[in-house]
């Protein structure tokens, strides 16, 4: 079984601040960790994808995630927020060979100036 | 341009008609996906076809039927429509159902309401 949770459905930040959205999975053999993002009226769009080859994976638009294992973590996080970061985050893990993609229940990221 | 296509974009429609929702991958993908986005952003997978064959199938009313004529056609024929169908469908492929790394492009959405 595999689940994927999201802390926070909506985070606000400045521009030029921090953005830390969270993201705590659940699965029986080790995962595929997967960032994807979705702007107003648009499909997802990956922004990051954990393989089990680095810890620390870049993806893009500045954005990075660090995989825990210890913490069951994934986290994505982007040093300076621009507005046009303001989106829906989503997370999702596949477990093993399977091949169902199951996603989080999404954060909302609002950027003001 | 490369994509996942759907037709159409909004479909607005009665409670207890039929519907169709189209898509098509340009990508060369071998599997592709259905997916359901409810009104609260969560997303939830309904089908999943590789080379043609069902190899997902989850908890979903007998009343949605996928058809998938060929690999880049995947279309979610959906039969007696309720108020609970309304939602926007996401279509996505990507290029190998055992392949747990792959990325999946989503087309850009059917928003589907019924009145």
């Known amino acids: 079984a595999q689940s994927v949770t999201q802390l926070g459905s909506h985070v606000s930040v400045s521009e030029g601040a921090l953005v830390l959205l969270r993201c705590n999975y659940s699965?029986?053999?080790?995962?595929?960790l997967f960032w994807y993002v979705q702007y107003p009226n648009q499909g997802l769009q990956l922004l990051l994808k954990?393989?089990?080859?680095?810890?620390l994976v870049k993806g893009i638009n500045g954005f990075e995630a660090e995989f825990k294992k210890s913490e069951t973590s994934f986290h994505l996080t982007k040093p300076s927020a621009h507005m046009s970061d303001a989106a829906e985050y989503f997370c999702?893990?596949?477990?093993?060979?399977?091949?169902?993609?199951?996603f989080g229940t999404g954060t909302r990221l609002q950027v003001t100036l | 341009d490369t994509a996942v296509s759907q037709t159409p974009k909004y479909l607005v429609t009665q409670m207890g008609n039929d519907k169709s929702i189209k898509c098509e991958q340009n990508?060369?993908?071998?599997?592709m996906y259905w997916y359901k986005q409810d009104s609260k952003k969560f997303l939830k997978i309904m089908f999943s076809?590789?080379?043609?064959?069902?190899?997902i199938n989850e908890t979903v009313p007998n009343r949605f039927s996928p058809k998938s004529p060929d690999k880049a056609h995947l279309n979610l024929h959906i039969n007696s429509l309720e108020l609970g169908d309304s939602a926007v469908y996401f279509c996505?492929?990507?290029?190998?159902?055992?392949?747990?790394?792959?990325?999946?492009?989503f087309g850009p959405g059917t928003r589907l309401t019924v009145l």
């Open positions: 996505a492929s990507s290029p190998s159902g055992s392949g747990v790394w792959n990325e999946q492009f």
């Open positions: 999702a893990v596949r477990a093993g060979t399977a091949s169902k993609l199951t």
């Open positions: 990508l060369g993908h071998d599997t």
């Open positions: 954990y393989t089990s080859a680095a810890t």
């Open positions: 076809y590789n080379n043609k064959e069902l190899i």
């Open positions: 699965s029986s053999v080790p995962p595929y």
